[in-house]
C-alpha cells in the first residue's frame, strides 16, 4: 500500500468529533482503496456500498431517512452487511450517483452510532450538482479533496531515510545549499517523478518495475478511462446519460493542451480547440475537465495586489494537468528519456510550468499569474503570504528570470514584492530574490494558521452614566 497524506487526515477526523465525511477527486487517485483499508484497520466492521454499481440498493435511501429503516433496507439488499453500533463504518462510494443517500448523511449525523466515509468523483459535474430535492446536508457533512501523489508522497514511497527529508526541510528553510549528492539524487528522482507523475496505479508500476513503457501503459489507460465518462449525467429520472455534444467539446479541449502549453504565452485559447462550436460553448467542455478533477486553472490578474482575487481576470486563464504525468504521457515519444538526460525539449517551460502548478494545486492553493496588457513582464505564479503577493518564477534550466528582475528593480509601479525563483539550480539567491531547486516543490507544507479569537468577557462592557 502507498502511503498517503491524506491517511493522517482521516486519523485525525476519527479522533475528534466528526461529521460524515465526504472525499471528492479524480477518478482512479485511490479514495476507495485508502478508505477501505482505513475501515479495515480502525473499526471492527465496514459496510461498503458501490452507488454507482449497485443501483438496488438505492432505494434504502428512498423512504423518511430513520436510520434504523435504512439499515433493514441495506441489510435486505446486502445480507453480508452488518452494523455494530459505534463500531462500524458506512462506506457510501461514488455518493454522487444517488442524490438520497448525500440527503440522508444528516440523519446518519443526528443518530451518531455510525461513521460514515463517503466518496465522489463528479460531485460538481453538471449533471450531478442539480437541486436536491431532499436538501445537501449542510453543517452535517465535511469534505475534503484528494489529488494523486504529491512529490513528496513519491519520496516518502522509495523508502528515503527521515533524515534525509528533515535535512532539506531545513537546508530550505534556512536558504543553505544542499549538499552536492543529496542535491544529485533528489533532481534525478524529481525527473523521474515528472514522467511518472502520481496516479498510484502508474506509481506502483514504476516502483515493482522501474519500465516506464508499462508505466505509459497505465497512463493511457487511465485517460482512456477517465475519457469514457466524459460528458455523463444523471438525467431529469436519476438515470445516467451521457451528452454526447459536451464529451466531443470536453476530448477536444483536452487534446489542446499540449499546444496550448507549448506557446511562449500559455493562455488557453478556444480558437485551438478543434471541435464546432463558439467559445462559450467549447467553455462548457473545459469546464467539465475541471468539474471531474482532471486539469487546473491559473487566473491572469490586473495587478500585483492583495488580495488576488479582486484583480482576477476570470477570461484569461491557463490551464494544466493535475498530475504532470498525465501531460508528459500525451507528448512526443521521446520526451521521457530527453527528461531523463536534462533536456525537456520544446515543452520546457509547459513541463515546468505544470509541476508548479499541480504542486500548489495539491496543497489547495489558488492559481494566480501575471501577464501585463503590452506583453510584458510576464510572472509565471503569484502567491499570497500574510497579506502580501509573492513572485514565483520557474525555470527548467537555470536561466535567468528576467520578468521578475524587472519587477523587483520597478518597484515604484509594481511595488514591493519577496520572490522566488524555482530552477534546475541549488539553493541560492540573487538581488532581492531566493533561488530554490526544482525539487523542492516537494517540500511545501500547508500552512494551517491560528484563526482563535480572543474572547470578549461581554458580561463586564458598562453604558456610561
Request: proline share 4%.
Given at each position: ?246 464529451k466531443l467539446r470536453a476530448e477536444a479541449c483536452l487534446d489542446s493542451l499540449p499546444a496550448q502549453l507549448a506557446k511562449e504565452y500559455k493562455k488557453f485559447q478556444y480558437s485551438l480547440v478543434d471541435v464546432k462550436g463558439h467559445s462559450p460553448e467549447k467553455a462548457d467542455g473545459l469546464q467539465y475537465l475541471e468539474d471531474v478533477g482532471l486539469i487546473v486553472r491559473s487566473f491572469n490578474t490586473r495587478e500585483l495586489v492583495y ?159
Open positions: 500500500m502507498l502511503q498517503r497524506e491524506i491517511w493522517n487526515d482521516l486519523i485525525s477526523w476519527k479522533k475528534r468529533p466528526h461529521h460524515p465525511l465526504i472525499i471528492k477527486g479524480l477518478r482512479q487517485i485511490g479514495k476507495t482503496y485508502i478508505v477501505k483499508h482505513f475501515g479495515k484497520k480502525f473499526y471492527e466492521n465496514v459496510v461498503y456500498l458501490d452507488l454507482r454499481a449497485n443501483k438496488a440498493v438505492h432505494k434504502a435511501f428512498d423512504g423518511n431517512f430513520d436510520v434504523n429503516q435504512m439499515i433493514l433496507s441495506i441489510t435486505a439488499t446486502d445480507t453480508t452487511a452488518r452494523f455494530i453500533p459505534h463500531k462500524t463504518l458506512l462506506i457510501l462510494d461514488e455518493i454522487q450517483d444517488c442524490t438520497n443517500a448525500r440527503s440522508s448523511l444528516k440523519y446518519w449525523d443526528l443518530d451518531g452510532r455510525f461513521d460514515v466515509i463517503c466518496t465522489g468523483s463528479f460531485l460538481g459535474v453538471k449533471g450531478f450538482r442539480n437541486p436536491y430535492t431532499r436538501g445537501v446536508p449542510v453543517g452535517y457533512e465535511e469534505q475534503i479533496n484528494m489529488y494523486p501523489l504529491t512529490f513528496q508522497e513519491f519520496l516518502i514511497n522509495t523508502g528515503m531515510d527521515k533524515k534525509v527529508f528533515d535535512y532539506v526541510f531545513k537546508s530550505l528553510s534556512e536558504k543553505t545549499m544542499i549538499d552536492s549528492a543529496v542535491h544529485s539524487s533528489l533532481r534525478d528522482l524529481y525527473l523521474q517523478f515528472l514522467i511518472v507523475g502520481g496516479m498510484p496505479e502508474a506509481v506502483l508500476k514504476f516502483f515493482e518495475t522501474h519500465d516506464l513503457n508499462q508505466v505509459h501503459d497505465i497512463q493511457q489507460r487511465i485517460l482512456h478511462s477517465i475519457r469514457d465518462d466524459f460528458g455523463r449525467y444523471k438525467d431529469k429520472d436519476g438515470n445516467d446519460a451521457i451528452n454526447e455534444v459536451l488580495p488576488l482575487t479582486a484583480s482576477k481576470i476570470s477570461t484569461e486563464f491557463k490551464v494544466f494537468y493535475i498530475d504532470t504525468g498525465l501531460l508528459i504521457s500525451q507528448l512526443n515519444e521521446d520526451v521521457p528519456s530527453k527528461i531523463l538526460a536534462g533536456d525537456l525539449g520544446p515543452y520546457k517551460g509547459a513541463i515546468a510550468e505544470n509541476m508548479v502548478a499541480s504542486s500548489f494545486a495539491k496543497n489547495d492553493m489558488d492559481l494566480y499569474y501575471f501577464h501585463a496588457p503590452s506583453g510584458s513582464p510576464e510572472l509565471d505564479f503569484l502567491y499570497e503570504e500574510n497579506g502580501i503577493v509573492g513572485i514565483i518564477e520557474c525555470k527548467s534550466s537555470n536561466n535567468r528570470a528576467t520578468s521578475m528582475k524587472f519587477v523587483l528593480e520597478n518597484s515604484k509601479k509594481y511595488g514591493q514584492h519577496p520572490a522566488i525563483k524555482i530552477a534546475d539550480a541549488n539553493v541560492g539567491g540573487g538581488k532581492n530574490f531566493d533561488t530554490y531547486p526544482l525539487y523542492s516543490l516537494g517540500f511545501i507544507q500547508k500552512k494551517h494558521e491560528n484563526n482563535i479569537v480572543q474572547t470578549i468577557d461581554v458580561k463586564n462592557i458598562k453604558v456610561p452614566d
